[in-house]
């Protein structure tokens, strides 16, 4: 039988977002997350539950310690209201504003379906970004084809939108 106190040296967790919150109180040296995020259906429409979506990003920001996280976030292809299309204006309280351990930001997943992110998707990325205070790192993926000229300018706002340093996006 396994040692029940080995679940405190796990470093690297992946799991839907609605385990994150049960998760993270026992594996107190994590130093990469992955958060699943799942589409809900309501009536007739389905969207990303933005209330999970806080939730999960607040447990992540309860994780003790000083040293630096990744943080991997898999969104759920035909979602239409990914977190960082509704910002709300001047909003400091923000879950992403609470994430100071997170140097390393990865967004993937089937996004908008086969072809990946859209440009007007990608155009709202590094207002999201400059939310969380300690990126260094951002890579986005999938995404559709862009113009070179859009990427590149793409590509100089999210780096910009690192606060932390150097931002090395990827797209």
């Given at each position: 039988?396994?040692d ?5 040296n796990i470093v690297s967790l992946?799991a839907?977002?609605?385990c994150?919150?049960h998760?993270?109180p026992i594996?107190?040296?994590l130093?990469?997350?992955?958060i ?10 389905i ?5 999970e ?7 992540v920001?309860?994780?003790a310690?000083t ?6 976030l898999s ?12 910002i ?5 309280r923000t879950?992403?504003?609470?994430l ?21 998707t ?7 970004i400059r ?12 995404q559709?084809?862009?113009?070179a000229?859009?990427?590149?300018e793409?590509l100089k706002a999210?780096?910009?939108a690192?606060q932390?340093g150097?931002?090395?996006?990827a797209?």
């Amino acid at each position: 039988m396994p040692d029940a106190s080995a679940i405190t040296n796990i470093v690297s967790l992946s799991a839907p977002a609605l385990c994150i919150s049960h998760l993270i109180p026992i594996t107190p040296l994590l130093t990469s997350i992955s958060i699943d995020f799942h589409l809900i259906r309501a009536s007739l429409w389905i969207a990303l539950s933005i209330p999970e979506y806080r939730h999960a990003l607040d447990s992540v920001s309860s994780l003790a310690g000083t040293y630096a996280l990744s943080l991997i976030l898999s969104f759920p292809p035909d979602a239409s209201n990914f977190p960082w299309l509704r910002i709300p204006n001047g909003d400091a309280r923000t879950p992403e504003a609470c994430l100071h351990r997170v140097t390393h930001l990865l967004v993937g997943g089937n996004l908008d379906g086969p072809a990946g992110f859209g440009a007007e998707t990608l155009r709202a990325l590094p207002r999201w970004i400059r939310l969380f205070p300690a990126l260094k790192t951002v890579i986005v993926e999938p995404q559709a084809a862009i113009p070179a000229s859009e990427k590149e300018e793409l590509l100089k706002a999210i780096a910009d939108a690192c606060q932390a340093g150097k931002g090395a996006p990827a797209l």
